[in-house]
């Protein structure tokens, strides 16, 4: 089992920006593709962004293609997502999903983190 713990969210102005972690304490993040998924309240999950292990590939939803970015940091087992010009729409939690194969768009991973939340204000 693999445990993925999110960091980062918090309160921040519309048009601010804000970095995400994702780490997966005991485990290296190497071995799986992350993605970012997001879920606003009274609204289905929502894929965001994912990353192949080796950091080759990244894919991105259109809602956030050219304001977000995917990385990682396999030394420091962590992978990230930074969040520019966030909007009042972008306000959800944040979940990481981990898989030794690709990331579901629709499905997500077989592992999955607790969320953090991001609330933009407006």
């Known amino acids: 089992q693999v445990q993925l713990v999110e960091s980062g969210g918090g309160l921040v102005q519309d048009g601010g920006s804000l970095r995400l972690s994702c780490a997966a304490p005991g485990h290296l993040v190497n071995s799986y593709d992350i993605g970012w998924f997001r879920q606003a309240s009274g609204k289905p999950r929502e894929y965001v962004a994912a990353?192949?292990?080796?950091?080759?590939?990244?894919h991105y939803s259109d809602a956030v293609k050219g304001r977000f970015i995917i990385s990682r940091d396999n030394a420091k087992n962590t992978v990230y997502l930074q969040m520019n010009s966030l909007k009042a729409a972008d306000t959800a939690v944040y979940y990481c999903?981990?898989?030794?194969?690709?990331?579901?768009?629709?499905?997500?991973?077989?592992?999955w983190g607790q969320g953090t939340q991001v609330t933009v204000s407006s």
């Open positions: 999903t981990a898989d030794q194969s690709s990331i579901d768009q629709s499905g997500g991973g077989s592992y």
């Open positions: 990353i192949s292990w080796g950091g080759n590939t990244r």
